[in-house]
């Protein structure tokens, strides 16, 4: 029903460049029953101001300010806390939505009452809004439940019901790793998931200064393999060992592992943009200067390997 509020919400930090767009991308969709809100935590840049130039005129948006840096599962917390629609949607302050993204999505829920979370296909755009890539996300969930240890089942693009969140007491600390372990956790209650594949609702900015996978690098990937662990526990005896400690000590690293990483995720991005404009043999070049990080290795033989087990080639 058109009379559903659907509550965005979306964590800011440094975003100056990309911001108005996201705003706008989401106050000119197509369902316009929404409150918007946005939580920053502490932007050195001029963030606020741009959000705050936006609330000023938009009533449907609910502004507000971390005391301090709190971090992103902070922040989505307490947009959760300030949230009062029916259901929720994920949106961050350097991407895009494509202006029937809430209809969709809202739609697709009302029809599917089996789905309890679902989110759509993405476009890959770089720092300047480029187009370098698209990825379509499965929708078949015995699928999603075979490979969720290899690749988040839905992306944090999804939308849920307030409730669904109420139930899972929101996001938990994990570096990085928020978003996924959300998703296990969901599908750890039983509760189904999916994928609109043939729908790219959404614009996801990559390689950009100040991303989570530039700023935690290593760390990142890491934690997504103690996200997988704490699944893999909930599996076995419904519960699990997480805590923030347990967590900071699975995911330390060294200085010297995070740069050469952090060289490996420069040449990767390239070999993206080098496949984007169809210049194969670059690609191929940056891809194997990629795999100067161990890291990096093992990162793309899970892609490998999920890759393989959605096209049937393992059975």
């Not at 998931?193 to 990559?206: A, E, H, L, P, Q």
């Not at 100040?210 to 700023?215: F, K, L, Y």
Request: aromatic share 12%; net charge positive; proline share 1%.
């Amino acid at each position: 029903m058109q009379n559903d509020l659907i509550s965005v919400i979306m964590p800011t930090y440094n975003v100056e460049p990309y911001v108005a767009e996201a705003i706008e991308s989401i106050l000119n969709q197509t369902y316009s029953n929404l409150e918007f809100v946005i939580v920053d935590d502490c932007s050195t840049d001029k963030t606020f101001e741009i959000c705050k130039q936006y609330a000023e005129k938009d009533s449907r948006i609910k502004l507000f300010r971390n005391e301090v840096n709190s971090k992103i599962e902070f922040s989505l917390n307490r947009a959760l806390e300030n949230s009062t629609g029916k259901y929720i949607v994920r949106m961050d302050g350097d991407d895009v939505s494509d202006r029937f993204r809430l209809e969709k999505m809202k739609n697709f829920l009302d029809t599917n009452t089996d789905i309890k979370l679902v989110g759509t296909s993405a476009i890959t755009i770089n720092s300047a809004g480029e187009e370098i890539g698209r990825t379509v996300f499965l929708k078949d969930f015995d699928l999603l439940k075979r490979t969720c240890l290899l690749k988040t089942p839905v992306v944090h693009i999804w939308m849920t019901y307030k409730k669904i969140y109420d139930e899972l007491n929101g996001y938990r600390r994990l570096f990085a790793s928020e978003d996924y372990d959300f998703i296990l956790r969901l599908m750890s209650k039983g509760y189904k998931c999916t994928n609109m594949s043939d729908f790219f609702g959404y614009k996801i900015r990559v390689n950009r200064a100040g991303n989570s996978t530039s700023t935690y690098g290593v760390k990142k990937l890491k934690s997504h393999w103690y996200t997988a662990k704490l699944y893999n526990e909930r599996i076995k005896s419904d519960i699990d060992s997480y805590s923030i400690l347990a967590c900071q000590k699975a995911i330390k690293t060294f200085r010297l592992t995070e740069k050469i990483y952090s060289l490996s995720n420069k040449f990767l991005y390239k070999a993206i943009e080098s496949k984007a404009h169809k210049h194969y043999l670059n690609m191929c070049i940056y891809v194997l200067c990629s795999l100067i990080s161990p890291y990096q290795i093992a990162y793309l033989y899970q892609t490998a390997k999920y890759k393989l087990l959605t096209t049937g080639a393992i059975k």
